[in-house]
């Protein structure tokens, strides 16, 4: 099984920015994908962003395109989210997530594909 730890998130005022990371270890293989989703109270879950490990190909939300951008580091199991021009409204939990292929529904990353979850990271934007 795989176990996703994430790490990075804190305060930042709006307009800075931030990288947060996600660190997968255990049994990798049927892992294809990894993305990063997040959940404001009172907000359904949003998935920002999704990269392909193998090749690499990035997916994202149209509320952090251009702002956002996944990357991975394949020799440590690590996934990256750079997140830059922060707004108060990208406060939140993120989450990541580990699965298959990268689905999508309209202006954001599906969950459906994903079979792994870590436990979240808090980020606060303040203005």
């Known amino acids: 099984q795989v176990q996703l730890v994430e790490s990075g998130g804190g305060s930042v005022e709006a307009g800075g920015s931030l990288r947060i990371s996600c660190e997968a270890s255990?049994?990798?293989?049927?892992?294809?994908?990894m993305a990063w989703f997040r959940q404001a109270p009172g907000k359904e879950r949003e998935g920002i962003a999704a990269?392909?490990?193998?090749?690499?190909?990035?997916y994202y939300a149209d509320s952090v395109k251009g702002r956002f951008t996944i990357s991975r580091d394949n020799a440590k199991n690590t996934v990256y989210l750079q997140m830059t021009s922060l707004k108060p409204e990208d406060s939140g939990v993120y989450v990541c997530?580990?699965?298959?292929?990268?689905?999508?529904?309209?202006?954001?990353?599906?969950?459906?594909?994903?079979?792994?979850w870590g436990k979240g990271t808090l980020v606060t934007i303040s203005s």
């Open positions: 255990g049994d990798m293989s049927g892992i294809y994908s």
């Open positions: 990269i392909y490990i193998s090749g690499g190909s990035s």
């Open positions: 997530a580990a699965g298959s292929t990268v689905a999508t529904m309209p202006g954001q990353i599906s969950a459906l594909g994903m079979h792994y």
